[in-house]
Nanobody, 124 residues
Framework: QVQLVESGGGLVQAGDSLRLSCAAS????????MGWFRQTPGKEREFVAA????????VYRESVKGRFTISRDNAKNTVYLQMNSLDSEDTAVYFC?????????????????WGQGTQVTVSS
């Protein structure tokens, strides 16, 4: 199994940018499809973006298309989420997740390993 640690969250103003990082350890991250999810109090965890093992395929939540970019550096065992033009609707705890296999999935139940999350707060 792989261990995941997120970083890069914080408090920003609407329109600002943030880059989240997810460092993987325990097993080579290139063996996993990686995803970012987010959750606000009282709501289900929701899909944000995912990336294939070699980085060639990406999938995004409709509301973040054109603003967020997921990428990975397998040599560093790290996945990134570049978030631009942030607004208050993006406020949430962001989680990194990993899944075995090759399908780039948007379903939380397909992911085997999860990080502890990093808080992103966007003030309007």
């Amino acid at each position: 199994q792989v261990q995941l640690v997120e970083s890069g969250g914080g408090l920003v103003q609407a329109g600002d940018s943030l880059r989240l990082s997810c460092a993987a350890s325990g097993r080579t991250s290139s063996l996993y499809v990686m995803g970012w999810f987010r959750q606000t109090p009282g709501k289900e965890r929701e899909f944000v973006a995912a990336i294939s093992r070699n980085g060639g395929d990406t999938v995004y939540r409709e509301s973040v298309k054109g603003r967020f970019t997921i990428s990975r550096d397998n040599a560093k065992n790290t996945v990134y989420l570049q978030m631009n033009s942030l607004d208050s609707e993006d406020t949430a705890v962001y989680f990194c997740a990993a899944r075995s296999g090759i399908v780039v999935s948007a379903s939380t139940t397909d992911y085997d390993s999860w990080g502890q999350g990093t808080q992103v707060t966007v003030s309007s």
